[in-house]
Every structure is written in structure tokens, then in C-alpha cells.
């Protein structure tokens, strides 16, 4: 069934009227109304379901659905919190889900060999940063004394992992592993709290052909844990730590439990962290559908970059139906805050970043950092040629879907031309990690050979 989105417009609003009068007719003044223009797209498959994972990242669907957008391009959609990130990628990949909200790393690990293999793409990353690496009570006790201190006694930030080594150590002589907690083995949190760790010095484990567990050789045993476990997982003491998105930092410092030590801002400057993924047959299928969703989604990210609109943000999300968190909870890093220590808060305006320096764009260039640390670590086992990195990043992240969508919405007035970059798909090289590192998405193979620690090629 294909139907028009201005033909379904029409209708409801006759409907909207013809029952506002009661049925009866009646003489009313007739005033002009400039109305928006949007883009009449056939749209192929209207009713849709997305999934999500409760996080503050999920924002862009939340407020696509709640502010209208997905209907004022006539969709209907229906969108489901998940159990974990495997159901996740199972769901979309098996047809259940139409598209979700999605780790970074499981589209492009889908693409390249690591887990269940399949034919998945994104059109949109949802958003920059917005992770944290989170220690219990006891550890950060430990940690203190070797924290650099500001002239009023408060830790100066980015915290290194440098701090983490005498406590790593303590256990070690106490006969105890050290465990840490990420959310998946392609996440953007696994890469982060190993990119952390291995910048001090600190083994975060490797993986191997015959071994995806990822601690051969680890000083620092790394598991998973669902996002919205981690503080109870804390709590028990079955982790000493753990990387993760919010709210689930923010909520380890309003029970008391836990301490944030850095944020993924800290580890990469602008990080990309979750990304929109639909799978490549539903583009090709839908083509229509996955523009006009992807229209949806780019208007929720520039919302939530506007100025003033974060608080309504934070009530939207703390309904049960999407992060279902405390608004004060959620408030501490959507607002530009970010609270470390209980009581040290600290302005932090690009924690969570969703439309501004490019958010919603899928570059290139961010696949391939993906790829590199797959291969650092050796979930990808075998070298791959510098041609490979950059034809698998091309098949699995699709700009060209997010430039029709976004050339529709500047021909509409919704975004300036001036919101669309002029690139290439790959971002210039960057030295913004905590340890200085260079990046240059079209050198995959120098950058892998420049760490200490991880695979060489």
C-alpha cells in the first residue's frame, strides 16, 4: 500500500473541523495561515515500529513521535523500548523492528565479520558523546590520592586511568581480577574504557578467532551488562566499574553507589555514539520511507539543539515509556551539567550533543575509527588492506540517504543549506583524545600501528 502524506493531511483536518462544529455547519471568518511546506514523498510502508534501549541517546525517536515529526511526514510509528542489545540487532535484522536506535559498532560489526553477520545500514547518527566511566565508592577512595587537585581541592579533569593503576594493583596482590562493565563487545563504551585504559598503560584484554570473551592478557577482566543494570551490578560489587551511557552515571551519584571519573567527551572530543539502522533491504524496498524517516529524526535533532528546549526534553524522556529515569537524574547531563563527585557539578554544554557540529551525519570516517578498534583488538583477526576500511564503511553508513532527506528540509525552510557540510564523508584528522593520538580516517592502517598496546599491521 503507498499512500500520499498530503492526502492523509487533508482528510484529518476535515475530519478535525467537521467534528469541532459538532457536525453542524456553521459561518466562520476565513483568515489566511501560512502553513509549512513539506515535501509530498510517496510514502511506501507508513505504519512502522523502531526499538530503542533505555537511554537518555534514544532522544531523537522520542521526540520525532511526541513534537509530531513522524506524522507531519505521514508515518506512523510505533516505538518499543527493548531488553538489550542483542535483542536489538536480532529484532531488526529478522524483520521484527522496521529500524532502532543502535550501537555504532553493531551495523558496521554486522558488515565486517564479528557476530551475526547481515546487511544493515545507517542514514543518521543520533547524536555526539554522552557516556561516562563510572568507579564504585571503594575504588574512587583509591584513586583520590593520585588524582591532580585544583588550588580548592577538587580533581582536575580529564581524570587518566593512570589513577586506576594502584588499585588495579592492590587487587591484583590481593588475589582478586579486576572487572569493569561495558554494555556490548561493539560499543562505543567497550572501545572507550579500553581506549582509556590502554592510554595508561593498562591491558584491557584482546580477542581472538577462537576467543570473543576479550580478556586474553587482560590487567582489567571487561564483561557486559544491559545499560539499565549497571548501577544494581555496582551496587552488588560484581563490578568495581563500568563505562555506559546516561542516565546510568548520573544514577550512581544519586544513590550514593558510584563515582564518574571521566566522560567519553574527555576520551574523544565529539565522539559519535549511537546511530539510526534500518536494514539494506528496507531502504531499497522503502526508499521513500527511510528519507521521510530520516527527515523525522534530523528535525528531533535540530529540537533538541535549540536553546530552551532541553527541560521539556528531560520530561518527555522521563516517561515510563521511553527512559522512565528521574528528570532530576535525567536533568544533570541533559541540561549541560554533569555531576562527578555528589556535589560536584560542573558545567559540561556538549555532553550531549544531537544536531550541532554535524551530529546527525553519518561520516565515513566515524565507521572507519570503528573498524580500526575492532581490528586493534582483534575482533577483526586478520589485516585487512586500507582499501578494505574505507569500502566497508561506504556499504554500511549511507550519507547519501541523509543529504536527500536533508535537501528536502532546506527546500521546505526547516534547516538552513548552511546545516548540510560540504565533505566528502571523511571529517579532517583530529588530535582530540585524552592521549593526544592522531586520527586520519584515510590512514586506518598508520592509525592502528601507532598504539602501544592492541594489534599491529
Not at 48 to 62: E, H, S
Not at 177 to 197: A, C, D, Q
Request: one cysteine or more; aromatic letters at 10%.
Amino acid at each position: 500500500m503507498k499512500i500520499t502524506f498530503l492526502k492523509i493531511s487533508t482528510l484529518f483536518t476535515a475530519a478535525i473541523l467537521l467534528a469541532s462544529c459538532g457536525g453542524k455547519k456553521k459561518e466562520t471568518k476565513t483568515e489566511e495561515v501560512a502553513t509549512p511546506v513539506t515535501a509530498t514523498l510517496e510514502i511506501e510502508k507508513p505504519q512502522l515500529t523502531f526499538g530503542f534501549i533505555k537511554l537518555t541517546d534514544m532522544a531523537p525517536l522520542a521526540i520525532a513521535k511526541e513534537k509530531g515529526f513522524f506524522e507531519e511526514e505521514g508515518l506512523f510509528v510505533s516505538v518499543e523500548a527493548q531488553s538489550n542489545w542483542k535483542n536489538i540487532l536480532d529484532r531488526v535484522i529478522d524483520g521484527q523492528l522496521d529500524g532502532s536506535h543502535m550501537l555504532a559498532g553493531q551495523p558496521i560489526a554486522a558488515g565486517a565479520g564479528f557476530g551475526r553477520q547481515a546487511a544493515l545500514v545507517t542514514p543518521f547518527s543520533m547524536d555526539l558523546n554522552g557516556n561516562g566511566i563510572t568507579v564504585s565508592n571503594k575504588v574512587w577512595e583509591g584513586m583520590k590520592p593520585h588524582v591532580k587537585k585544583d588550588e580548592n581541592g577538587k580533581p582536575i579533569h580529564p581524570i587518566s586511568a593512570n589513577a586506576l593503576k594502584p588499585v588495579i594493583t592492590q587487587y591484583k596482590n590481593e588475589g582478586k581480577p579486576f572487572k569493569m562493565g561495558m554494555v556490548f563487545p561493539v560499543s562505543t563504551h567497550n572501545y572507550e574504557i579500553r581506549y582509556w585504559l590502554a592510554a595508561a598503560g593498562i591491558k584491557p584484554g584482546m580477542y581472538s578467532s577462537d576467543n570473543i570473551q576479550g580478556q586474553i592478557d587482560a590487567d582489567v577482566l571487561l564483561s557486559v551488562t544491559p545499560p539499565p543494570q549497571m548501577p544494581a551490578t555496582l551496587e552488588a560489587g560484581t563490578i568495581y566499574g563500568y563505562c555506559v551511557g546516561e542516565p546510568w552515571n548520573q544514577q550512581a551519584v544519586a544513590k550514593g553507589i558510584g563515582v564518574p571519573v571521566t566522560t567519553n567527551y574527555d576520551i574523544w572530543k565529539n565522539n559519535p555514539e549511537k546511530v539510526f539502522v534500518m536494514t539494506k533491504k528496507f531502504v531499497e524496498e522503502y526508499p521513500n520511507t527511510a528519507v521521510a524517516v530520516t527527515k523525522a529524526l534530523i528535525r528531533a535533532g535540530q529540537w533538541l539543539d535549540a536553546p530552551g528546549n532541553r527541560t521539556e526534553a528531560v520530561k518527555i524522556l522521563s516517561m515510563p515509556q521511553y527512559v522512565g529515569a528521574d528528570e532530576t537524574v535525567l536533568a544533570n547531563s541533559m541540561t549541560g551539567t554533569f555531576e562527578f563527585e555528589r556535589g560536584d557539578k560542573r558545567d559540561m554544554p556538549d555532553f550531549n550533543v544531537f544536531y550541532r557540529y554535524n551530529a546527525t551525519y553519518p561520516f565515513y570516517s566515524d565507521a572507519v575509527w570503528f573498524l580500526t578498534q575492532m581490528r586493534r583488538w582483534g575482533q577483526i583477526p586478520e589485516t585487512k588492506p586500507a582499501d578494505w576500511y574505507d569500502t566497508k564503511a561506504k556499504e554500511i553508513y549511507r550519507p547519501d540517504i541523509w543529504k536527500k532527506a536533508a535537501d528536502l528540509l532546506v527546500s521546505e525552510g526547516k534547516i538552513p543549506a548552511t546545516d548540510i557540510p560540504t565533505t566528502d564523508g571523511y571529517k579532517p584528522a583530529t588530535t582530540d583524545f585524552i592521549d593526544g593520538n592522531k586520527y586520519d580516517g584515510k590512514d586506518p592502517i598508520g592509525y592502528i600501528n601507532s598504539f602501544k598496546i592492541g594489534n599491529k599491521d
